[in-house]
């Protein structure tokens, strides 16, 4: 179906309501890749960086996900050069610091996420930041001082929605007694179902779910005869199938795969338009 169905749609992946008047269609971008080499610093080719987030609103993404962190300051800097955040709903982060060796380290000091949020505000080039992400728990600092930074910054204009990242079902619940979160994101694939739990909290909440590393960048292991054959069964690519599979597990899956490439791009956005059988999502899902 990849290469034959002529220009792929995203919106074919439906959509999700935020909060009852932002709508982003559900299969989005993850604009990590867009930075250099272990996502510090520029990509050899910007405008092949630029190009790729373009074509993604091109074929019908409008749901883009970024951080301070990618590059640092990399990833949002091209997404504003490629005029991203006049078009698409824009999730950034902060607290996450990154060191020139590749460490990612959590920083959830609740004056650094209020500083983050301008230096975004400006590297996006937008008054308010769309949804504003807390990227990572801090062992360091009271879980509940950092979410109270987000709920200051959506309180004082600064940003429009909140959201989680890499937290517990207790985490969520905690944080949802502060401000209410629009969305989480966790990692989760068709192999990973570590956070199924949260996954389900979304879902009962009616809150988005944002997997990250949805296709693992392409490493099936436990399921990979299986999804090989419903691959082949489908006219498909193994990496369609996770993201298909993923748009199946729920209505608040907001996959965001990610890439450097535009030929890889349009390659998972096609996945949108890919309708896997209840039997094929089943063996799926069963053989982890
Ligand atoms: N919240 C967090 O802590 C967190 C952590 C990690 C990621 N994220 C977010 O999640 C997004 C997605 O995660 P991810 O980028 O780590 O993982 P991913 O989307 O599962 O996989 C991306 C990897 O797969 C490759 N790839 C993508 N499409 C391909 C295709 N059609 N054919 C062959 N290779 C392909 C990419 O390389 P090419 O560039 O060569 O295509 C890249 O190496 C990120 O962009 C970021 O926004 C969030």
Redo the contacts with the bound molecule.
Sequence with gaps: MSETSGTPDASAAGTFDLDGETTVTRLGF????LCGEDIIGRPDDEENAREVARRALELGVDFV???DS?GPGVSERLLREADVPDDATVAT?AGLLRAPEGDWLAHGDPDYIRNEALVSKDRLGVDTIDLY?F??PDPDTDFEDSVTAFAELQDEGHVEHVGL??VSVEQLDEAREQVDVATV???Y?VTDREHQDVLDACEEYGIGF?P???????EFDEVDDEIHDVADANDA?P?QVALAWLLHQSDVTLP??????V???E??VAAAELSLSDDDVERLTDAV
Excluded: C, V, W
Excluded at 30 to 33: D, S, V, Y
Excluded at 256 to 261: A, K, L, R, V
């Design positions: 993850g604009a990590m890749r996900d970024t951080a990618y982060k992400q990227h990572r990242s890499n994101q966790n990692s694939n944002i990250y590393f949805p296709i693992g960048g392409g690519t990496r965001i795969p990610g890439t450097s490439s030929d890889h791009l390659e998972n």
